[in-house]
């Protein structure tokens, strides 16, 4: 069965650390994994996806095969980046999500 | 730059009732997808739907749920009788087939009393 794993329901960091979230996730096939991100009052937005290999507001996020992870990293989190982000997985037509983590930057 | 809408944003209704929710996707997007949200809970997937047709569905997707594209440029869900625990945001989305990026809408809270 398709899953998506974020450990972690709440993370925060100071100001200009750097920040890890956990994506962990299990399929078959061979994934198709996203970072999305849901800012206060605002709608779910593509952060980034892992086929295009781009930074985003200075967030990236490799695919590990081996461990099975997406995690996203920023080196210097800024409090814009305070949000709540989710990591999916598309299989098929369908996405899967995990349950997601509040980030909180600390001035 | 266009957007997925949602109406209503907030709709309450009594237990048994039926419920419609409705989305305009972006015009030039071909596969659109229906999710919901229990609050504090994950977004789960409920439907996605492509060429007129149901191209995969979950198994929350039972017989109370349907979808329909009645003219072309809304896309609805409907619900027939609302329990209390479909109280949820659902959220519409829409895919370019080219970027496979989903494009979502603002959801619409539904309150079932």
């Known amino acids: 069965a398709q899953r998506v794993t974020q450990p972690e329901k709440l993370l925060s960091v100071f100001k200009g650390a750097p920040v890890e979230l956990k994506c962990n996730y299990s399929y078959s096939g061979s994934p198709e994994l996203f970072w999305y991100v849901q800012y206060s009052r605002q709608r779910l937005q593509l952060l980034l996806r892992?086929?295009s290999r781009e930074s985003i507001k200075g967030f990236t996020a490799d695919l590990n095969k081996g461990e099975t992870s997406f995690h996203l990293k920023k080196p210097f989190a800024q409090e814009e980046d305070s949000a709540m982000y989710y990591c999916a997985l598309r299989a098929g037509n369908q996405f899967y999500f995990g349950t997601g983590t509040s980030l909180t930057v600390i001035p | 730059e266009p957007e997925v809408t949602q109406t209503p944003s907030h709709q309450v209704t009594q237990m048994g009732q039926e419920v419609i929710l409705r989305c305009v996707p972006i015009s030039n997007h071909l596969y659109f997808y229906w999710y919901r949200q229990i609050l504090g809970q994950k977004v789960e997937f409920l439907v996605s739907f492509y060429n007129n047709e149901i191209s995969e569905k979950s198994e929350i997707f039972d017989d109370q749920f349907s979808v329909e594209r009645p003219d072309g440029s809304n896309f609805t869900l409907k619900i027939r009788s609302t329990k209390l625990e479909d109280s949820a945001m659902y959220f519409c989305?829409?895919?370019?087939?080219?970027?496979?990026?989903?494009?979502f809408g603002p959801g619409t809270r539904l309150t079932v009393l």
């Open positions: 892992h086929i």
């Open positions: 989305a829409s895919r370019d087939t080219s970027s496979g990026e989903q494009f």
